[in-house]
Each structure stands twice: as structure tokens, then as C-alpha cells.
T-cell receptor, first 106, second 115 residues
């Protein structure tokens, strides 16, 4: 089993929609996690870190469920500019999932 | 404050040659990580350097190697290049990898094309 697994998508949503991604991890020793955003042919940029049960920043909410070993990212009121690939992973090894592609349409 | 910088931004090599990629971390960061991202694939972990030492290595052949200098900058060397090595190579730096909780920031990457 891969250390971090994500649904590759793509997720096609209209503007204004709420969308959620899940990410499962296998290393139960991981203490903290992250979500990065990667635009096409660009470097990943840190979106949110998750150290405890969750974190919220504006339209973005990240949650951590240690019992089930998954991390989720919720995006509310989607914007066209949210279209990107979202990568999750754990800080213990800086291992990333393959990413989930989000396409927000007008 | 300058972010992580990588050079060159693009590199074209022929099969069998060697490639050297460079990375300068954010000032004050001691950990440097290297990743390979082939087209359509996720980030594959290559190497982690901290305080001049190799701390961890991904599942890549020995022809992928590197080092970290006393100023914490790093080089990635790829010997005997193969066509499949064509990818975006990303470097990231963090304040202190040993703490497991420090955030990492990426450079813009070096796009290596092997022909």
C-alpha cells in the first residue's frame, strides 16, 4: 500500500460549488500533514498544514481523522482560480499523494 | 526574502550524459529535499539532505546522487541519463527536517529533457 493515496479526479464543479477531497495515509506515526496546490507546470505551493484535528483558512477547511487515517480538504464557494491539482502528504517523510485535479467551470 | 531558487530552469541533455541541477534553500533553512515529477505523475521523493548529511533516499537507482554544501545549497547529479529521466525536478527546503513539523517550500524546478 502506498504511503499516501488520493483520488486523482478530475473533479469538475461549477463556480460557487463546495467540493471535498480525501487523502488516506498508511504511516500511523505521522503527526502532521499538509495540503499543497500545484498549478499546471508550476511548483507546488503550501495551502494548509494540519497539526491537530483541523485547520480553517477562509474558504478552505482541512480536517484530520487519525482513527481512520485520512485527511480531507473542503473548498467552499469555488472560484475559477481554484482550478489546480491538490497534493496531500505527511511531514514525517514529506511524501506526497499523486494529487487530485480540480476543474472549476463558469 | 528570496525563496528557494533552482538552476538551470531548463536543461537538455542526450542519453548517456550527466546532468547537474542546483538548489539554493531559503535563508536559514537547513533541510533540502529533491523530487522528480514526470509528466502526468505525482511527486516522487528522491533525496533529503540536512546539515550536510544525506538523511533519506527514495527508490531510485544509484546514478541519482547529490550533496549538500556548508552553505546548505545542494546539487543533484544524474549520471548515464536515460530518456525516462525527462521530468521536472523540484527542490524544497524547510527550517529543520528533523522536527517533522516544519513546512517546506518549493523552488520553481528544473525541467530536464533527455533526447
Amino acid at each position: 500500500r502506498k504511503e499516501v493515496e488520493q483520488d486523482p479526479g478530475p473533479f469538475n464543479v461549477p463556480e460557487g460549488a463546495t467540493v471535498a477531497f480525501n487523502c488516506t495515509y498508511s504511516n500511523s506515526a505521522s503527526q502532521s500533514f499538509f495540503w499543497y496546490r500545484q498549478d499546471c507546470r508550476k511548483e507546488p505551493k503550501l495551502l494548509m498544514s494540519v497539526y491537530s484535528s483541523g485547520n480553517e483558512d477562509g474558504r478552505f477547511t482541512a480536517q484530520l481523522n487519525r482513527a481512520s487515517q485520512y485527511i480531507s480538504l473542503l473548498i467552499r464557494d469555488s472560484k475559477l482560480s481554484d482550478s489546480a491539482t491538490y497534493l496531500c502528504g505527511g511531514y514525517s517523510t514529506l511524501t506526497f499523494g499523486k494529487g487530485t485535479m480540480l476543474l472549476v467551470s463558469p | 526574502e528570496a525563496g528557494v531558487t533552482q538552476s538551470p530552469t531548463h536543461l537538455i541533455k542526450t542519453r548517456g550524459q550527466q546532468a547537474t541541477l542546483r538548489c539554493s534553500p531559503i535563508s536559514g533553512h537547513t533541510s533540502v529535499y529533491w523530487y522528480q515529477q514526470a509528466l502526468g505523475l505525482g511527486l516522487q521523493f528522491l533525496l533529503w539532505y540536512d546539515e550536510g548529511e544525506e538523511r533519506n533516499r527514495g527508490n531510485f537507482p544509484p546514478r541519482f546522487s547529490g550533496r549538500q554544501f556548508p552553505n546548505y545549497s545542494s546539487e543533484l547529479n544524474v549520471n548515464a541519463l536515460e530518456l525516462e529521466d525527462s521530468a521536472l525536478y523540484l527542490c524544497a527546503s524547510s527550517l529543520d527536517g528533523a522536527q517533522w513539523v516544519t513546512e517546506a517550500f518549493f523552488g520553481q524546478g528544473t525541467r530536464l529533457t533527455v533526447v
